[in-house]
């Protein structure tokens, strides 16, 4: 239990240091308010379009799908990685069929054309 | 009792110390890499405050601290604070879990030079990993502007591909150990006499590319692209609250990868003894510091990947040929 108090601490003191760097500014920095000092860079013109966020290419959004199928097999994988030794041939055919599946997911999402950038 | 106190007595000094350590060595690289990127360019590189330009860091800090507060109109402003935090946050706790050397005895204490030796340490690693997006995000996000904006959503991209590739390389090195935890798997090289980067050359290949591509660095820097973005994803940001993103993304972030690195693939603290009783920890830092410096030296030397390869080179060469190194490190390691 000793080492994860470990992380705790580490965590509150960093949450400090960024705490400290976050305000750090509006303590130390002057404090001269200047009419356009806050107007959202745009290299120097009127803004053409004040709401920023707007639309944006999908392809991001199916990159994120792919993330949560990808990234919760890889998280599933590290105890098989970890008890490889104890489990024998039984859990190598497992994980591997486990793969397998897991891939034809990707030569699916490849195939239907996920992964191109460019369209 | 007493032991627990003298516990967390220890615990608080080593995360002070790592602390201290690696905010200052990384404050102190932007001199380095500036010195360096001057020299591969021919010029100089900083060299007025203090000799050698050492001073400069103090100086571009204390510059930082008394800049005035901005925040741009129309910004979400709980966002937009929350986004240092979480920047800076997980890149520092990555150094929680780096074994810097075996244990020692100091005033009949038994001291690991680690801060959290647990058994899952490489997962923390990936948890860690994942949560520096949202610090990206939500500064495009919360900053309202098209330039931000545009640069956190590439970062995304780039990181969200590069995790899966993270996470399939580093199973081949967990599937050899037999353990998450950091000390372990050094202790398992130790005891083979070799370094898994002889047993996963392709691994290390792919955690390089992902090391680059986690921590913005050329060739993997579309969302800074000073030409097209002007530094993405921090534009809106000022004084300490714009100098926590190179910090946290370029310096400790590298930092912090580069020592997975070392213990993954290089060995961890192993190495002749040829600097007396400090030569492990010296080692882990020649080891370590070496990463770094090639991480440096090519942002300087390489051009920029266009998103398209990035994001196409990470889903459809990397990943399966990530994938396809676990499945052959398992047969290989099961049946030799």
């Not at chain 1, 944006?56 to 959004?61: A, I, L, N, S, V």
């Not at chain 1, 055919?93 to 999402?109: D, M, R, S, T, W």
């Not at chain 2, 741009?72 to 810097?100: K, N, S, T, W």
Request: charged fraction near 15%; proline fraction near 5%; include cysteine.
């Amino acid at each position: 239990m000793n080492e994860y108090l470990g992380i705790l601490i580490f965590f509150v003191i960093a949450l400090g240091v960024g705490f400290v760097f976050t305000v750090a500014n509006s303590i130390l920095g002057p404090r001269t308010k200047e009419k356009m000092e806050d107007y959202p860079y745009e290299c120097g013109v009127p803004l053409y379009d004040p709401e920023a966020r707007g639309t944006f290419k999908q392809g991001y959004y199916l990159l994120g799908l792919l993330l949560i199928l990808f990234d919760i097999e890889v998280a599933f994988l590290f105890p098989w990685a970890v008890v490889f030794k104890d489990i024998g041939i039984y859990g190598l055919i497992e994980a591997v069929l486990f793969i397998a599946i897991l891939f034809l997911g990707f030569v699916y999402a490849w195939k239907k054309g996920a992964l191109k950038w460019q369209i | 009792m007493t032991e627990f106190w003298v516990s967390l007595l220890v615990t608080v000094i080593k995360v002070l110390v790592v602390l201290g350590v690696f905010l200052g060595v990384g404050a102190y690289l932007t001199w380095f890499e500036r010195k360096l990127a001057g020299h591969i360019q021919a010029r100089l590189g900083p060299k007025l405050v203090g000799p050698f330009g050492l001073l400069q860091p103090l100086a571009d800090g204390l510059k930082l601290l008394t800049k005035e507060s901005i925040v741009p109109a129309g910004a979400d402003r709980v966002v937009y604070y929350l986004a240092v935090i979480l920047a800076l946050v997980p890149a520092l706790m990555l150094f929680a879990v780096i074994p810097f050397g075996p244990s020692f005895k100091l005033f009949g204490v038994e001291v690991k030079p680690i801060v959290a030796d647990v058994n899952i340490a490489v997962l923390l690693v990936f948890a860690f990993g994942s949560l520096l997006v949202y610090g990206t995000i939500f500064s495009g996000w919360a900053s309202n502007s098209k330039y931000a904006f545009i640069g956190s959503l590439r970062k995304a991209a780039v990181i969200i591909g590069y995790e899966v590739v993270l996470g399939f390389s580093v199973l081949g090195v967990i599937l050899l150990a037999g353990t998450m935890s950091t000390t372990g798997i050094v202790q398992a090289q130790i005891e083979r006499g070799v370094w898994f980067i002889v047993y996963q050359p392709v691994a290390f290949v792919l955690y390089l590319f992902c090391m680059l591509a986690e921590s913005g660095r050329v060739p993997f820097d579309i969302q800074e692209a000073e030409a097209e973005l002007v530094t993405g994803y921090n534009v809106e940001y000022g004084g300490m609250r714009f100098g926590v993103f190179p910090l946290a993304e370029w310096y400790l972030n590298v930092m912090a990868l580069s020592a997975i690195a070392v213990v993954l693939f290089l060995g961890g603290w192993s190495g002749p003894r040829i600097f007396g009783p400090l030569s492990p920890y010296l080692w882990f830092l020649i080891k370590m510091f070496g990463l770094v410096f090639f991480v440096l030296w090519l942002h300087w030397t390489l051009p920029r990947f266009q998103a398209k390869d990035i994001t196409e080179i990470g889903w459809k060469v990397m990943l399966p040929l990530a994938v396809l190194n676990v499945v052959i490190t398992a047969f290989v390691y099961y049946f030799v």
